[in-house]
Nanobody, 120 residues
């Protein structure tokens, strides 16, 4: 079992920045990727950024150049630095820890989510 606790969400004006944190605990040995997903009202949850094996980062096209995912292995914490925020970034952001990433046996643990609201 893996437990994830997100923090750092809030209200920010367009053009501003926020940093989300996701503290992980539990059986992390089988976790191959950690990432951030988001869900806006009336929309499906979608990938924002994922860090695979702590090295390779993939981003959604809509956030490339503005968001950065990073990991502090000593703290078992993943971060999402969000700059140049836009109103369309408003969503609940979820942290995920993924086993067997990209395979048929893929399984994700999820955090409870943190609200990010960007005002225009």
């Amino acid at each position: 079992q893996v437990q994830l606790v997100e923090s750092g969400g809030g209200l920010v004006q367009a053009g501003g920045s926020l940093r989300l944190s996701c503290a992980a605990s539990g059986s992390m040995d089988s976790i191959e990727a950690m990432g951030w997903y988001r869900q806006a009202p009336g929309k499906q949850r979608g990938l924002v950024a994922v860090l695979i094996s702590g090295v390779k980062a993939n981003y959604a096209d809509s956030v490339k150049g503005r968001f950065t995912i990073s990991r502090d292995n000593a703290k078992n914490t993943v971060y999402l630095q969000m700059n140049s925020l836009k109103p369309e970034d408003t969503a609940v952001y979820y942290c995920a820890a993924v086993m067997n990433y990209g395979s048929r046996g893929e399984y994700a643990y999820w955090g409870q989510g943190t609200q990010v609201t960007v005002s225009s």
